[in-house]
């Protein structure tokens, strides 16, 4: 069963917009991770944020995370071609024995 | 740079067939995992192991079986490859139980016909 799932399925945009996806989990997390994976590619691990912090940046990323309502988001400033790829959300937590779920994901499409 | 290699990126093997996806990494980790990708499901959880020679079964095990007789090493094993087993393939690695960034091979994408 897949613990994190990801809203849209899908996004389209423009070069310079934004990018905002969200990641939504079912049992209590230790940590919830994102990662990008470019066509064909294996993943690549972009921020991890803890069950007890509420936002993370890194660079163009922000994350935020509401574990009350079970929920993370992703946003991607002043988007880039090169930011096109799908982007999935990863969780681990006791009720998943430690181990790392992946959502769907999010294709993201950023237009030149 | 940790650096997780898989020993195929495209793979073609007839039904029947025993298939051996091998994944290799170079940073000592413990943790080791074979997840399969396919459209509109995300990744999926075959098998992984926290150490050598023990494994466990993720969510999707049926059909495969794993060998981790070195650290470095995780042999993912379709015993007679379907059809239904083609599929892209990833391999992660992770450096111990503090849960922490998975690092991905490359993937092999298998074509049983």
């Known amino acids: 069963s897949q613990q994190g799932e990801e809203d849209p399925q899908a996004l389209s945009i423009q070069e310079g917009e934004n990018a905002t996806m969200n990641c939504s989990y079912k049992?209590?997390?230790?940590?919830l991770q994102w990662y990008r994976q470019n066509s064909g590619r294996g993943l690549v691990h972009l921020i991890l944020?803890?069950?007890?912090?509420r936002e993370k940046h890194s660079g163009r990323l922000r994350v935020t995370l509401d574990t009350s309502k079970k929920s993370s988001s992703l946003l991607i400033t002043a988007s880039r071609a090169a930011d096109t790829a799908s982007y999935f959300c990863a969780t681990d937590g006791k009720a998943a024995g430690n181990k790392l779920t992946f959502g769907g994901g999010t294709r993201v499409l950023v237009k030149p | 740079d940790v650096k997780v290699t898989q020993s195929s990126r495209y793979l073609v093997k007839r039904t029947g067939e025993k298939v051996f996806l091998e994944c290799v990494q170079d940073?000592?980790?413990?943790?080791m995992f074979w997840y399969r990708q396919d459209p509109g499901l995300g990744l999926r959880l075959i098998y992984f192991?926290?150490?050598?020679?023990?494994?466990e079964k993720g969510d999707i095990p049926e059909g495969y079986s794993v060998s981790r007789e070195k650290k470095e090493r995780f042999s993912l094993i379709l015993e007679s490859a379907s059809t239904n087993q083609t599929s892209m393939y990833l391999c992660a690695s992770t450096p111990d139980n503090r849960r922490a960034e998975a690092f991905f091979g490359q993937g092999t994408r298998l074509t049983v016909v």
């Open positions: 049992t209590s997390i230790n940590n």
């Open positions: 940073m000592d980790h413990e943790n």
């Open positions: 944020i803890r069950s007890n912090e």
């Open positions: 192991s926290y150490d050598v020679k023990m494994k």
